[in-house]
């Protein structure tokens, strides 16, 4: 099967009869994620994803999101820290990584406490989802440099959890779930591995009816972050988040993928990491338009490959779905296609 037949998910279903596929994402700053993830179970789902950002520090999450919208960060620190993030960063340390320690504390006794709150809330989460039937975790770009270490790799073994750190897939019948985590893809090594596992899925994808992407972060770029925020705040919302895109590889193969399907062949996608509802989401970024049920349209170009296979190069609209932080969704796949709902936790 080739370079992701490893990742295969054990579990597989060819009837689609009122298929449902149970939802959550971002619980890293849930106040009461045994709550959530309850609630999920109570819903009688076949299979159940968790949409990345799994746990971790709730305060450092809330420093990441503030260093990467600027939203006057530097304003935070005294002269001394100043002095402090300037040396933590001459040291090699990130600037964003810089800014947590500097903002925190980095003493023994602040990290000990970091590393307490991140691990208790890895392994409550990871626990109580893999008490749900048919579960899998994607890797969402806060996991990718935890999942490693000691910190949070105890919590995925002693659960026995299946966690995504590359594209990976589960084969229901007609329909090819697509599982695309946080991924950087930087190095040379990387992006062949990546290029490996695209071209396998697009094999695999070649007789479905449809594809459905399960990823982390969102699939859309733009408008820039301060048009963003003031086009929702004129809208009437308050954005919990501005989404913050950084171009690297693994964006560019997925919409590769994506682009180069059949026009035959259905698309949905569905994610994560924004943390807002759609209506949201859809005020900041009013050139998507749709409506809860059938999703956010997302133009794709240049659909087909070669072109020649199916007349000139052409353009389809993508369907976007979003998972909010703090509730539970569900998508129903069956013969007439897919259904999106959002359900309060």
Request: net charge positive; charged share 20%.
């Amino acid at each position: 099967m080739g370079s992701i037949a490893t990742k295969r998910f054990t579990r597989t279903r060819n009837d689609l009869d009122g298929l449902r596929i149970g939802l959550v994402a971002d619980t890293h700053e849930a106040q009461d994620p045994v709550s959530l993830i309850r609630r999920l179970g109570e819903l009688g789902c076949d299979y159940h994803i968790h949409l990345g950002d799994i746990g971790g520090s709730r305060l450092a999450s809330t420093l990441v999101r503030e260093f990467k919208q600027r939203l006057g960060n530097m304003e935070h620190l005294s002269r001394e820290e100043m002095h402090r993030f300037d040396q933590l960063k001459q040291g090699g340390m990130t600037p964003i990584w810089a800014y947590i320690e500097t903002r925190l504390g980095s003493d023994p006794a602040s990290r000990s406490r970091r590393v307490q709150e991140t691990q208790h809330s890895y392994d409550t989460v990871v626990s109580e989802m893999s008490k749900l039937p048919a579960t899998v975790f994607i890797s969402g770009n806060i996991d990718k440099s935890l999942i490693k270490t000691e910190v949070v790799a105890p919590s995925f073994a002693r659960h026995n959890a299946r966690l995504v750190v590359e594209p990976s897939f589960i084969d229901i019948g007609a329909t090819l779930a697509v599982l695309w985590p946080s991924i950087k893809a930087t190095e040379s090594q990387q992006l062949r591995r990546l290029e490996e596992n695209v071209s396998e899925l697009l094999h695999l994808a070649e007789n479905k009816a449809r594809v459905i992407v399960f990823a982390h972060e969102q699939l859309f770029k733009g408008p820039h972050p301060p048009k963003y925020k003031a086009n929702a705040e004129a809208a009437g919302h308050t954005p919990m988040t501005v989404p913050y895109f950084e171009p690297n590889p693994s964006w560019k193969l997925l919409l590769h993928f994506l682009r180069t399907l059949p026009p035959t062949v259905g698309l949905a996608f569905v994610h994560g990491h924004v943390h807002d509802p759609q209506d949201v989401i859809q005020a900041g970024a009013p050139y998507m338009k749709g409506t809860l049920s059938e999703g956010l349209m997302y133009r794709l170009y240049g659909l087909g490959t070669p072109a020649s296979c199916h007349g000139a190069i052409g353009r389809r609209t993508l369907r976007i779905f979003t998972v909010p932080a703090n509730q539970v969704a569900v998508l129903g796949v069956g013969p007439d296609g897919v259904k999106f709902e959002v359900l309060a936790s």
